[in-house]
């Protein structure tokens, strides 16, 4: 076989860039659409004062929406709510999604049985899962108050409480993810770093802390980041449990109550521009701070 | 290796995971076939009376089910056009050099981070103005968009590990590109390209924002935001009851799709998230 020419070469590249980039464009062109024009169109908008109910009272206002929500209690009340649920599911779902990954690694027996039934929750619609704990809690319709001996407490009448509720769910629904995800880690820890401590006598609790954790780093970074960024965004529990009533609303509900409810148009999509700069802030932190290792996620490394 | 105690602390560590994933499902369950009476009246786990009735108002309901056939319907095509797209990029991210090709994986990466409910009130605006508010491709549309990142993950994390020296064999055996992909790689592909259908689907199944921002009527509203707003057979009946019949007749397809395909799943969830 005679070697190709240059000309043939330099030919053969720009038949296959031009094929990469027809290949690619249909899924960007999608991507774009959706996300690239309406996201303009809201900062465009959120300097606005526009009511839908009102289109031809609009004013452009410059920054004045963005005062608003930032001066406005009920946003920082919101603020605070969301952080909360992030913190909780997050912290919760690491803990027990490890103990879980690490039954899964270990057990014996029933182990298909085990990895089957943890992927019900991942594949369950997140609106289903609300309805089950809320039922559960409910005054009405519940068993836990009877099971647990909690008497009348009507659950969805405080905060905490509903907060705890919602908690639940979330963490009930996306703990497999985690697991799934640590899971995956585990596996990378190589065996014989394990042994070689244990014959340099270390408890299984030092090996755990000292070997098997720092060999996962990369695998809990991404789980915590997916899950953060995913909890930040927590809205269908929300709905289904309280629309946000008794203080229990989140940045996502509060946005979609603007736009969608109340049809706010400029004030709204401040609030979701708002939204939007705080998960690229989350984002930011975890990428430089934590030096999340995202190559491996896009799968160009 | 393994102590005879050991091993039992991981079997009852199964046992807790069985009882924690099973107990809310089997509620769901058990509250479907109480008699819509009792909610309020008996707290306990199980029906006191066991009934179909639920099941059969759910079915009568004219809402829930052409929410079933809009979420089928919908979710199918989302799948069927996503896949698509996540295949064609992913086959050339995964074999083709072209510019553009991180900032492709990346901009993906961006869309799985980005805060869709930000996005409902301008597209409400958009589809409003071209007429695909409250339709099929209203909210076909964006699900393909948000479903992409998984499934081009997915899909190249899958196409790196084939052969792609039969590839170049075809090739020299007179195939264009082209022909090499669809007759060679296509089918060895296929079980990556089917793990990445069952992510999307159970993404546009799971999906609730868009289902309630984008639709209005039963054209296209889909199940999960049929169930929010349903508020019972008859003014003085609880929807309770109905609403856990319908929620078991929209978790069958998933129980099932679990029960199948437990290890592709487990391997696209963890395809390309965790490569050492």
Redesign the interface.
Known sequence: MSAPSRAELSDRGRAERRLGLVLSAPAVAVMLLVTAYPLANALYLSLFRYRLTAPDDRRFVWFSNYATALGDPLFWQDVLTTLVITAVTVAVEVVIGFAFALVMHRAVFARRTVRTAILLPYGIVTVISAFAWKYAFDLQSGFVNSWFGAGDFAWFSHRWASLLVIVLSEIWKTTPFVSLLLLAGLAQVPGDLGEAATVDGATAWQRLWRVTIPNMRAAILVAVLFRTLDAWRIFDNVFVMTSGQGKTETLSFLTYRQTITRTAIGLGDAVGVLLFLSVVLIAAVFIRGFRVDLSQVRGDR | M?SARS?WL??V??LL??V???V??L??VM?SFKQPGE??NR???LPHTWTWENYRTVFRTGLFTSALVNSIGISLIATAVGVV??T??A???AR???????A??????A????????????????WRDIGLYDTWPGLI??Y???A?PLA??TL??FF?EIPWEMEQAAQVDGAT??QAFRKVIVPLAAPGVFTAAILTF?FC??D??FG??LTSTDNARP??AA??FFTGASFFQ?P?TA??AA?VV??VP??V???LF?RR??AG??A?????
């Open positions: 393994e091993k991981w079997a560590g199964s995971i069985l924690w994933t099973a809310p499902i509620w769901i509250l909610v309020g707290h306990g786990f797209f996540a064609l990029v086959y050339a991210i083709l050099e072209f510019p553009g090709k991180r492709i994986l990346s901009f993906a990466l869309i799985a981070m980005f805060p869709v409910v930000s996005l409902v009130g301008p597209l409400f605006d958009l549309i964006p393909v968009s948000f992409l081009i993950w190249s994390a790196r590109s082209w159970f199944w799971n609730f924002v309630i921002s199940v999960p169930l929010a609880q309770t609403i856990c929620a929209v978790t998933v129980v799709i679990v029960l437990q799943i487990v969830l963890t390309g998230a965790v490569k050492g």
